[in-house]
């Protein structure tokens, strides 16, 4: 058995568009919400930065996390949001859900340490 070609497929040998971060970082994460793609990027900002889904312009930059950001995922009905949500979590210990809207952390969750003696 082998794989043919579809006839409805093209070649095309240039990218229909592209982007490219406003720092010299690298993306390591994408999310997609309903207007932006949201793309987590490396140090040293470890900024979260959202490009306009029809021009893929930078809209807005999020500040991120302190550390390295681990994981960035867009999340239906979270803290029923009536729309998805924006949820990044980093090494510095922390989970946020963003307002991409107002650029601020709508929710921010930290890891606390509990030591016993």
Request: aromatic share 8%; proline share 6%.
């Amino acid at each position: 058995m082998s794989l043919l070609d579809n006839p409805s497929f093209k070649n095309i040998s240039a990218p229909i568009r592209s982007a490219s971060l406003p720092t010299e970082a690298y993306v390591l994460y994408l999310a997609s919400l309903p207007s932006y793609y949201a793309a987590a990027s490396s140090a040293p900002t470890n900024a979260i930065h959202l490009f306009d889904k029809s021009r893929l312009q930078v809209t807005q930059t999020l500040p991120g996390h302190e550390s390295s950001i681990t994981a960035l995922r867009s999340v239906p009905n979270f803290a029923n949001a009536a729309s998805q949500v924006l949820v990044s979590c980093g090494k510095d210990g922390a989970v946020k859900a963003w307002d991409e809207r107002a650029g601020v952390i709508g929710l921010h969750m930290l890891r606390r340490l509990i030591y016993e003696q």
